[in-house]
């Protein structure tokens, strides 16, 4: 498969989508600016925020300062869930817009399907119109799963998404999404590739790593590039943010590809606040706090974590 930072992606629209994109959760302010200048200057062509990101305004800034044509940048923003239904979507489209302070984004996703049936149909035809008044270029969803495609497309059979972004690493390959997603022609985004630097001391991960002389950061990202699917690593640390992009001077073998689907755990982290908890106590070398965490997780949420990394399961352990 040969690919390069300037790979793109056919979309059912017929426009083309940067195969790789900066993620910018939680990089805001003047690290968050710094962060999209990086990447720009090294090649990406694509960021991905979001309005509960609150950056829209930093995506806006950095695109300025880097001095690029505005159309050779992919920007993506999403609907909070508090948006959905077609006024509340349809305002906070023109919010958006304002605080980008450019004319249009590239693509809009409904962030995610939760608000229930009626009210994200509703907000689907907020975004149908605001395409059509040029607001934003492509339209798409995050967070769908087979059933919430299956709603949409039944509804609006004249216009699908282009994109569902969702999570989507060799630790949650999402098979079922991802099939229904080829079926109808839409575009898989993953979210959470590295899943959040969490799982990078794997040790098969780290022999993947080492056979390619590559890190296991760059392992993740090149394993879900040769699935065919645009991905989104996050970072606002320069070295890293370069380092990220430099996926394209090697090819994961077949054997290779088969070991990194084998550490599929069914599981996500990203929606998931018990994770999130437990990244959290990781953080405090305080063995007091792995004991009060072991108390409060689920056993299936420690499973779960568990399988993740060899590494962090003698950790919880501790009494
Ligand atoms: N649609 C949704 O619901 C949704 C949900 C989650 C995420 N997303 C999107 O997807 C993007 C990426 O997902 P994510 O932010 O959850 O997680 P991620 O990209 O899997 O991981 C980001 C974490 O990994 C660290 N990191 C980055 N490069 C690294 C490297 N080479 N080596 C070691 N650690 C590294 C980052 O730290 P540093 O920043 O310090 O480098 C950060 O803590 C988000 O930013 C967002 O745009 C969407």
Redesign the pocket.
Known sequence: MSLSLASTIRLNDGRALPRL???????KGAEGIT?ICTALEAGYRHI???AF?DNEKEVGEAVHKWGGERDSVWLTS?IWDSDHGYERCSKAVDRSLKKLGLPSWDLM?L??PNPGKAARLEAWRALIDAKKAGKVRSIGV??YGVHHIQELLEAFPQDPPAVN???L?PFFQRASIVAECAKHDIVVES????????F?DLPELQDIAKKYGK????I?IRYVLQKDIVV??????PD??K??ADVYGFELDAEDMKTLDGFETGSGI??DRQFHACLLALALPDACCYSQLRRRLEPQTLDCISSYSAHIKPRLSRP
């Open positions: 994109g900066l993620g910018v959760y939680l990089s962060a991905d925020s979001a990101y999403k996703l962030h995610s995050s967070n972004q969702i999570e690493s979210y959470s590739p590295l899943g959040k630097g969490a990078v890190t296991p950061s760059h993740l989104l690593p996050k970072s606002v640390n890293r943010i380092a990220n990203t929606w």
